[in-house]
């Protein structure tokens, strides 16, 4: 069975301090995807990144990064110099052959000025 | 249009009237999918359509969920009979139906649904 664990319900952070969120996933498929979302408290889903199982590349996209490492089924989430435009909930999730969206159950980030 | 859109944004209704949320996907999208959002929660899958057909039912919690695709467009999700625990977000995705299933899902911005 597909699962997605995020077990950082709440992060505060002060402004300008980096930060990571944690995601760990299971899944029995050898193909699959990984994506992280951020929703706003304004409430849409607005789509960060797309990691394919095969491509264990870190990516950098400018203050923020992701670390794909199957070994340990984990795929984090680093954001450089926080802002408070940060402030929102992320949820990391997974796509395998079932094609339905497995979502872990967010954190929410909040960084103060 | 541009984006996945739904109707209404919000909606409030009385405890056991029925309701129909609608999703327009993105032109040329195959793949349909609802999602439900309670409040503090992740996501929950109900339900997907590849063109009008819903190979996967699994999500939907109850009988009283039932969601329909036509045209390979619009899908209208419906709830009868409605519990104060329908009360959430409910999101609809769309994407191109390529690759298994293992495409980019675009949401619309939701449904909000508050049964009273």
């Known amino acids: 069975a597909q699962k997605v664990t995020q077990a950082q319900t709440e992060i505060s952070v002060v402004e300008k301090e980096d930060v990571t969120l944690d995601c760990v996933y299971e899944?029995?498929?050898?193909?699959?995807?990984l994506f992280w979302y951020k929703q706003p408290p304004s409430g849409e889903l607005v789509f960060l990144i797309r990691?394919?199982?095969?491509?264990?590349q870190n990516e950098i996209s400018g203050r923020y990064s992701w670390n794909f490492q199957k070994s340990t089924s984990s795929f984090n989430f680093t954001i450089t110099a926080s802002q408070v435009v940060d402030s929102a909930v992320y949820f990391c999730a997974l796509v395998d052959s079932s094609y339905k969206l497995i979502f872990g159950s967010g954190t929410r980030l909040l960084v103060r000025p | 249009g541009a984006g996945v859109s739904q109707s209404p944004s919000n909606k409030v209704t009385e405890k056991g009237k029925d309701v129909e949320l609608r999703c327009d996907p993105i032109?040329?999208?195959?793949?349909l999918y609802w999602y439900r959002q309670r409040l503090g929660q992740g996501l929950e899958f109900l339900i997907y359509?590849?063109?009008?057909?819903?190979?996967?039912k699994s999500g939907l919690p109850s009988d009283r969920f039932s969601a329909e695709r036509t045209g390979e467009s619009v899908s209208t999700l419906t709830i009868q009979r409605t519990q104060q625990e329908d009360s959430a977000v409910y999101l609809c995705?769309?994407?191109?139906?390529?690759?298994?299933?293992?495409?980019?899902?675009?949401f619309g911005p939701g449904t909000r649904l508050t049964v009273l």
């Open positions: 032109s040329g999208h195959t793949a």
């Open positions: 995705a769309s994407s191109l139906g390529l690759a298994g299933g293992l495409d980019e899902q675009f």
């Open positions: 899944t029995r498929d050898t193909t699959y995807y």
């Open positions: 359509f590849q063109g009008n057909s819903a190979p996967d």
């Open positions: 990691r394919n199982s095969f491509d264990e």
